[in-house]
């Protein structure tokens, strides 16, 4: 296994706790958070969401 695959893994972990608590707390299905573990465009998808998405929330 390439190490910067590992890398990716590693701060896909990292990120997935704290990303899951930001769902959750916007008032979306915290499931959403596990795109993260799509290397390279994981965050950028998550954070679109995140931007675009009705928050439940603030209904």
Same mark, same amino acid.
């Given at each position: 296994m390439d190490e910067s695959i590992v890398g990716v893994v590693l701060m896909a972990l990292l990120?997935?706790?704290?990303?899951w608590q930001i769902t959750r707390r916007?008032? $979306?299905p915290p499931y959403i958070s +596990?795109?993260?573990l799509v290397p390279f465009l994981g965050f $950028?998808?998550?954070?679109?969401? +995140?931007a675009f998405a009705p928050w439940p929330?603030?209904?």
């Open positions: 990120l997935l706790p704290p990303m916007t008032g $979306l +596990l795109v993260v $950028l998808i998550w954070a679109l969401v +995140l929330s603030k209904r």
